[in-house]
Each structure stands twice: as C-alpha cells, then as structure tokens.
C-alpha cells in the first residue's frame, strides 16, 4: 500500500511576480495526492517538478520563464522539486533558492543531488568533499539545512563504501542534510542502496518504456519503508507523442547530443531507446488511448499507479507543461486494456534492447 497524506499547502498572497497572488491561492490550495517520501518522513506530491530543464542541457529557458514553472508546478499542488548541483552548474538550483525567497510561507521538499561535479572517483566522496559540495547547495538554494541530498549516479564501488554512508550521516549530525539518497542507473545499484539502513529514497528512471524496476527495486523499496522517485517518466518526450523521425532538437539539448551516450549515460536519453524504435512504440501507445486521455497524462499516471512509487518528477519549459503534468494525479487508473497494451507494445519492440542493460 502507498502511504498516502492529504494536505492543503499553506496560505500566502504576495502581488510581485512569480509571488502568489490570491487567484493562485485558490488553486494552491487544491489538494494533490501526497505519499510519504520513504524514510524522510515528509509528505510530498505524487507528481513533482523535475529541473533539469530549467538548468541546462534542454535548450535555453530564461529566468522569468524558469520562475513561472516553478509557480504553476505550486499552483498545481506540487510540492516537491528535484534538481542537483550540475545542472547549469547550480543555476537550476539558484532559480529554486530565488522562489524560495520569494514565497517563505510555500511548504515545498527540494530534493538535490551532488558529486557529478567532480571527477566520477569513489576516491572524490570523502566527507571533506561532501560537505563542500552539500554547502555549495545549501548557499545555491539559500536554506541552512537541505531537506534530500541524493548522491548523483556515482561510481558502483561507492554503493558498497560504509566511508562513504558515515560521512553522510556525519552530515545529517551536523544538521547540513536532513536526509540523503541516492540517484541510480541501474536496478543492481538501487537494491544495493536500499538495503543501506539510512538511505531514505532511491531514484531512477522508471517508465512504460524501462519497466525492469517493477520486477524487484519497487518491491524492495517498500518492504524496507524507502522511498521511490521515478525519473525520466516520459522518456525524454518520447511518451508525450509530439516526436516524428524527422523531428529535430538543438545542439544544446542532450536529446542531440547524447544519444549515443558520448556526453553521460546514454540511458538518461529517451531511456536508452533508439530514436525511431521509440518514435514508432510512441505512436502504438497513443493509439491505445481512449478520447479525453492524451499520451504524456497517461504515460505519467502509469508511472503514479506502480506499487512502490512514491513520487513522478517530469520536467517542464512552459507553465503550460507544469500544469499539464500535476493534471496527471487527478486522473483515474488506465484501464486493464490499455496497460495490457502498453507491456505487449514493450515486450516487442523495447524489451530487447534495454531490459538487460540497466
């Protein structure tokens, strides 16, 4: 069972922009499912807001543009962000502190990320190391204590390092953190992390197109009360339906540059799927669909329906997206005919060229 928390957001009403007003009160105070977030013990939406986006390596978004996400994801009833140190290196991270700012009475969990600033070297997470890079985050964020520091998809060897478990409690002892995860590639390293007694959540990408989490991560996650994050739930769009062959992305945009994993893992991009295989798995899904549900709704509420799970977090450019996005946690269930659908379309056209790699 999710541990689930109804909750109204506090109160403010604020005439500045990017400040809530009271039209927007209105909507914050709409209630969004929350689920307790594994061991951090708090509450947060079942859709959140994921900003990489917002940061770098997704085409250019403008600060204003980047504040007006962040205020629709919160008039919706979003109440978690995700970001890390590396993207924009702490822009995105400085946008999130400037909204903070902004809006003292908003309730809001940010979840954060480090180590991908440094060489990828279990030798790097020392808890000098750590600690600077956690400070970085807390001046970037402009808070004394950072509600989840994830470890960013590091080195294999740094899961099976109790070095490196005991700096992070070290860190939660001096009240810098008040709780870490950590942020994985593969199913191996989240069982590794979640058998960790103080690792509080584990993210990964999890999606109608990388389905191996369902067989053991989730399951393990909630025998041990940790929770789940689940990234990369469009798979970089290609679940949204928008994308032809012949679409074509910027040379800033790491769905460009990165398919062939030369600039980070290659599985972060569209979930490891060749470009036009994805396209034409897209166009199957969509076809599944009854009126009145459109791919990137459905393809979200799957991810919010998988036992285990306690938050979704897709990016978003436009307050448009954001809002579109929340809309998914009010939606019912997908039929048993369209999630049949949706295993057939991946047991044959995405299974064997993914399941066995992450």
Known sequence: ????????????????????????????VARMEQRVLGRTG???SVVGLGTW?????????????????LAAAVESG?????????????????????????????????????????PLDPAQYTVDNLRSWVDRSRSNLGVDRLDLVQLHCPPTAVYHSDGVFDAL???????RIAAYGMSVETCAEALTAIARPGVASVQIILNAFRRKPLEEVLPAAQAAGVGI?????????????RYTVDTAFGPDDHRAFNRDGSAFDVGETFSGVDFATGVAAAQEFAALLPEGR???????????DQPGVTTVIPGARTPEHARSNASAAGRPPLSATVSDGMRTIYDTRIRSSVHTRW
Not at 6 to 25: T, V
Not at 78 to 85: E, K, L, Y
Not at 169 to 175: G, I, N
Request: hydrophobic share 45%; proline share 6%; aromatic share 4%.
């Open 1 to 28: 069972m999710h541990q689930a928390v109804g909750r109204d957001l506090p109160k403010c009403a604020r005439p500045d922009a990017h400040r809530f007003d009271r039209p927007a009160q209105a909507a914050m």
């Open 42 to 44: 708090r509450p947060v």
């Open 53 to 69: 986006q917002l940061g770098a390596d997704w085409g250019q978004v403008e600060d204003d543009a980047a504040l007006a996400v």
């Open 78 to 118: 979003v109440t978690m962000f995700d970001t890390a140190d590396v993207y924009g290196d702490g822009r995105s991270e400085r946008l999130i502190g400037r909204f903070l700012a902004d809006n003292p009475g908003v309730d809001l969990v940010v979840a954060t990320k480090a180590g991908r600033r440094a």
């Open 169 to 175: 409690d070290t860190l939660v002892t001096e009240e």
């Open 229 to 241: 994050i689940a990234r990369v739930p469009l798979a970089s769009g290609l679940l949204s339906g």
């Open 294 to 304: 459109t791919p990137a709704e459905a393809a979200l509420r799957w991810v919010i």
